[in-house]
């Protein structure tokens, strides 16, 4: 093999005498993309800002890093000079990398100026350019719009092109598909599969979804608390895993489907003719909608980005205003509900959303945070509402002496099980969650599922899940409804649909996720 562009060897990571990452061993190679995979906590965003030199304070970095036949200090100026330079970064979230109050082409024109040196009039000529070569609709136009105005997809697009800028021989993508959808994602990987092919970049693609990655890389390191625990050529590794860590790994992403009810139960919530359109949009984001969903059922909400699960999810609680037409709860008609009924009535439903991390007050501690729809809905004293709130963590499997803690002393999967709990607190009967384990990775994703499934089975709740996982929607869900452009375009007993779709895009969707 040739000479790696960039290698770091004893690669090692420590806070406050704690080892992170232990002796890690890497080479980045022209053309070739390596794999780093591993769930949250194992070191790989460590590992990829320790390479761009950009560890946080306080933690102290240690390896021999190599550039071409050069030796270069980790964290020396010769080091950060690579960034930009020899080193391209593609953030996990391009929304919170882009300023918000300027246009991306200022941004972009700013980042060619800087690094390469370019007049204005040429920057501005490379930087439609680069859109172009991201493949963003109309390049000219983008160039003059806000990161707000653009879909998730189109802003790692251009992430990705502030990361090309400077023509860099090394690509560090951390987790650059973890918020989007399955063809969305496959979208933004081909693109980078296709830089590595045509321009010769060493890909270092990061993630938590070893199949994913699996389908892109040539190489594979799987890290597990800050060691590499297996690594080698991808189909070997793919076709006979050596560590039981990387077992688990492929295991977590296979989720058996649930079977189909044998007997209907009452519908508990109906939605008819529904409809939506925002202000200022060209077309409807629910157009002619109708839904049902039976007391003790699963029913997932499947989609891309922009498809309108959402805002069917939304406009069934009734979350969103301006919608046009029925939703009935237990009989009840919702659109017609006072505020004061509304909120009475709410009691009997529970949300669980995307993030943990924003979804969880970090001022409060876990009682309170848990508690706090009863303490809304006045149910109980705080003696009671504690004792509540105790009996509820050990349901969603945390221990009762972890009520004192704060979020951030909480893994993500303990989070959402945190969001879990609250959501079970004023013991209802619908249960809403939202790509509520799209952030999580694979281990963490499948005990939630499993989590949601026993709950469901043993409170005969009935499950909306709004996703863009068919394979989560399959754990939790006995029906399925999946929705294009604000239509639904098929729906059905989940394993059928999943077996024998009907709809040229669920055939698609099916279609954008890699086989494990």
Do not use: N
Request: proline letters at 5%.
């Amino acid at each position: 093999m040739s000479r790696p562009v960039l290698a770091i060897d004893g690669l090692s990571i420590a806070a406050g005498g704690r080892s992170l990452l232990d002796a890690l061993a890497l080479q980045l190679h022209a053309g070739e993309c390596l794999g780093l995979v591993g769930e949250s906590g194992s070191g790989k965003s460590l590992t990829a800002l320790a390479l761009l030199g950009l560890l946080p304070a306080g933690l102290r970095a240690r390896g021999q890093l190599r550039h071409e036949d050069r030796a270069i200090a980790l964290g020396s100026p010769a080091h950060a000079a690579l960034r930009g330079r020899v080193l391209g970064w593609v953030p996990q979230d391009p929304l919170a990398s882009l300023h918000p109050l300027r246009s991306v082409g200022a941004q972009l024109v700013e980042t060619l100026r800087v690094l390469r040196g370019l007049s204005r009039a040429a920057a501005r000529r490379e930087a439609e350019a680069l859109f172009a070569r991201v493949q963003l609709p109309e390049p000219a136009a983008a160039l003059r719009r806000y990161p707000h105005e653009f879909s998730g997809g189109q802003r790692q697009r251009i992430a990705i092109a502030l990361a090309l800028a400077a023509q860099p021989r090394v690509l560090v993508a951390d987790e650059p598909t973890s918020a989007l959808d399955a063809r969305i994602a496959r979208d933004i990987l081909d693109l980078l599969d296709t830089l590595r092919r045509e321009e010769g970049l060493s890909l270092l693609l990061i993630s938590h979804d070893l199949p994913l990655v699996g389908a892109y890389a040539q190489r594979l390191l799987v890290l597990q608390r800050g060691t590499v625990v297996e690594q080698g050529d991808t189909r070997a590794v793919f076709a006979d895993p050596q560590h039981a860590y990387t077992r688990e790994l492929l295991a977590a992403d296979r989720l058996d489907p649930l079977p189909v009810r044998d007997t209907p139960a009452p519908v508990l919530l109906r939605g008819e003719r529904l409809r939506l359109r925002y202000p200022r949009a060209p077309r409807d984001a629910l157009h002619d909608v109708s839904i049902e969903l039976r007391r003790g059922e699963g029913l997932a909400l499947v989609g891309e980005s922009g498809s309108g699960k959402s805002t069917l999810g939304r406009v069934l609680l009734r979350l969103l205003r301006g919608a046009h037409g029925s939703v009935r709860f237990d009989g009840v008609e919702l659109t017609t509900l006072g505020r004061a009924q509304l909120r009475r009535l709410r009691a009997r439903m529970g949300v669980v959303f995307q993030d943990p991390y924003a979804s969880l007050d970090p001022r409060l501690r876990v009682a309170d945070i848990v508690a706090e729809p009863l303490r809304i809905h006045a149910r109980g004293d705080a003696a009671s509402r504690r004792a509540k709130a105790a009996e509820l963590l050990v349901a969603v499997g945390l221990e009762a002496d972890m009520l004192d803690r704060h979020p951030h002393q909480f893994s993500g999967g303990q989070r959402q099980r945190i969001a879990i709990a609250r959501a079970l607190a004023t013991e209802p009967e619908l249960l809403v969650c939202d790509e509520a384990v799209s952030a999580l990775d694979a281990h963490h994703r499948a005990a939630i599922l499993t989590l949601l499934a026993r709950l469901k089975r043993e409170r005969g709740l009935a499950l909306l899940f709004v996703t863009h996982d068919l394979a989560a929607a399959a754990a939790v869900a006995e029906r399925i409804a999946v929705l294009d452009a604000g239509c639904i375009v098929e729906t059905g007993a989940t394993i059928e649909v999943l077996r024998q779709p009907q709809h040229a895009h669920t055939r698609a969707l099916l279609a954008a996720r890699p086989a494990t």
